[in-house]
């Protein structure tokens, strides 16, 4: 989801989302190089919280019902909900412990930002 597609249209935000890519791809190429630890770049693009969340820690799947839900209720509400639909298996089937640990960290991603 990259909100800026909609506006290529201004020469602002056209300037701004080439300029993101050639620097992204310029720091691929230098990690490319094979010099550093990672071939990798670290950082990951995202264009709000709720795609973050998911690219961090997951699980996949859950950036649109983020989105949905803070349209409705609060927050900490919206937290609650997507851990307590994390354990009940919406974002696929974990082993008990699995889901649990996997609700928790979502969670906390969700509310430390």
Known sequence: MDPLENRLGNPYARRLHDEY???????????????DPSAKVES????????????AVGPAGIAERIRELVKIIS?????????EEIVLGRFGSFEEEQGAEQAVRTWLFWMKR
């Open 21 to 35: 890519n050639r620097q992204y791809s310029l720091a691929s190429l230098a990690r490319s190089k094979g010099l």
């Open 44 to 55: 990951q693009t995202t264009y709000d919280l709720a795609e973050r969340v998911e690219k």
């Open 75 to 83: 927050r900490e509400e919206t937290a609650l909900k997507v851990s």
